[in-house]
């Protein structure tokens, strides 16, 4: 049964009744979620893939023009693999790459596409954990307990 929401984002509570208790099932999220994109199990994953995937005949390494590439390279080693708080899962999976493809145009391509990326999906997965953390107290708040509760009906 669908309830009246005021949700503005694929994030905000479900505009439908859940079995589980809300709390409980966003803070099943915010974990999985966490878990998941923890740097270091996001690029233990990204190797993990690349060790599975096979190339086809058919299949090319981008070619970029060098120059851009180097600046965001350089840009990558700075802000990841220096300014970062992930900057070891950085430096491992770079190594990584480096030691096993170096010589596969397209997996090392890939690897450095999913390098670079990884930036963006950690931060994201921060962030949203952030967000999930404060609707998580705001529905205790409302709810005046700090135990998870049952979703009002």
């Known amino acids: 049964m669908l309830d009246e929401s005021d949700a503005t984002s694929n994030f905000d509570t479900p505009n439908f009744r859940t079995l589980l208790p809300l709390p409980l099932l966003l803070q099943g999220f915010r974990e999985t979620l966490v878990a998941l994109y923890s740097p270091s199990a996001f690029y233990d ?14 299949q090319k390494a981008t070619e970029y023009p060098l120059r851009p590439i180097l600046g965001i390279l350089a840009r990558s080693i700075f802000r990841q693999g220096i300014l970062s708080s992930y900057r070891k899962s950085y430096w491992k999976f770079l ?18 596409t999913i390098l670079l ?7 994201y997965a921060k962030n949203l954990a952030v967000h ?22």
């Open 117 to 123: 990326s990884g930036n963006h999906f950690i931060r």
């Open 45 to 58: 994953r990204a190797y993990r893939s690349l060790q599975q995937w096979q190339v086809r005949k058919q």
């Open 132 to 153: 999930l953390d404060s609707g998580l107290s705001k529905l205790r708040t409302e709810d005046g307990t700090t135990a998870i509760s049952a979703h009002p009906r």
């Open 95 to 112: 190594f990584q790459l480096l030691s096993k493809w170096s010589g596969d145009s397209p997996k090392f391509s890939m690897g450095i």
